[in-house]
């Protein structure tokens, strides 16, 4: 990325913000929700409001949080989380179509959008009992959960942490293991920390951020928190193997880590371990899918993503049989 920025620490400069890049969670979703507000804004004032329903709003007090939601659209219930430093508006046009086919739950997670921060570490394990009490708050028992990124770390866990409530799973692009990612990855996410944040000022995640957020001023204190989370090592592995949730597992072909990871994820759920059968009766519950011509940085924005999740939502759930 080249910041366009000429000053005597400007190569510490571009690092940190490559590698704040690089963990997925920069520009792309502040732009994203940038441009789906101004898709809006153009529209005619009729054809607007003839297009969408406005979301229903509100704040969940749960955990000492006061988490923000919204409701779009009607059908069985599905939440939907953001990336890191991203907010429940970075889904754009995805949000719109699977709102046409379920209730979508969006949360802006702990410290992100709208929802302020509290004195509690960030970490997706905490955030999993969030959407776990969010539920339990709107009197929902079950539903499905889709993630992305940070996202897909928190659903893994509500599916871990509370297995009764989760219906079908979708996790897209998320590494369960720290090793998993690039070697170059791990050098540049230990390089992020709180000197980036007011180097950041000057970009649209910035902006966004500063726009919707209870208390701008926690910035720093945002980035602080995802430089130490991402410093600390992980390990699901074990973890994985006890959801019974029919997952989907996404990934981009060109992610933070190889396809190989996204293929072992698919394997601890059960999938891979023997032919389907000429009628596909032996296939396993989860599902598989690497999309083409994808990165880390778009994937939330394809259209690949929601109609692939459509496909796996709106399908009967196949039962394994081995």
């Known amino acids: 990325m080249n910041t366009g920025m000429k000053t005597n620490n400007g190569i510490r400069l571009s690092l940190l913000i490559t590698c704040i890049a690089i963990t997925a969670f920069v520009l792309q979703p502040a732009m994203a929700e940038a441009q789906s507000k101004k898709s809006v804004s153009a529209q005619p004032a009729k054809q607007a409001a003839s297009n969408a329903k406005a979301p229903t709003t509100g704040y969940a007090p749960v955990n000492g949080l006061k988490l923000y939601y919204e409701i779009h659209g009607q059908g069985e219930p599905l939440v939907l989380l953001h990336g890191g430093l991203g907010s429940s508006g970075m889904f754009g046009d995805n ?83 720290r090793s998993a990612f690039y070697p170059e990855i791990l050098v540049q996410q230990a390089q992020v920390g709180p000197e980036a ?37 992980y390990d699901w592995t074990e973890s994985i193997k006890n959801i019974k949730a029919p997952t ?17 994820l698919f394997g601890l759920l059960g999938g891979g371990q023997r032919d389907a059968g000429w009628d596909g009766s032996q296939r396993p519950a989860s599902q598989l899918a690497i999309l083409p011509n994808a990165t880390h940085y778009n994937l939330f924005m394809l259209p690949a993503l929601s109609s692939t999740a459509i496909a796996f939502l709106t399908q009967p759930a196949q039962q394994a049989k081995w």
Do not use: C
């Open 95 to 177: 949000l719109t179509a699977l709102a046409k086919v379920r209730k979508v739950i969006t949360v802006d997670l702990q410290g992100h959008g709208r929802t302020a921060d509290i004195d509690r570490e960030l970490n997706v394990e905490y955030m999993a009992d969030d959407i776990a009490a969010l539920l339990k708050h709107l009197q929902i028992e079950k539903a499905d959960v889709m993630g992305y990124s940070m996202g897909a770390g928190v659903a893994l866990q509500t599916a871990i942490r509370h297995p009764q409530v989760v219906r079908k799973l979708i996790v897209a692009s998320i590494p369960f293991r």
């Open 197 to 233: 944040a007011e180097m950041m000022k000057q970009t649209p995640m910035y902006q966004s951020y500063a726009s919707i957020a209870p208390r701008p001023q926690d910035w720093a204190r945002l980035l602080t928190k995802i430089g130490e989370t991402m410093k600390k090592d």
């Open 248 to 264: 989907l597992v996404m990934a981009a072909d060109a992610d933070l880590f190889p396809p190989s990871h996204a293929v072992e």
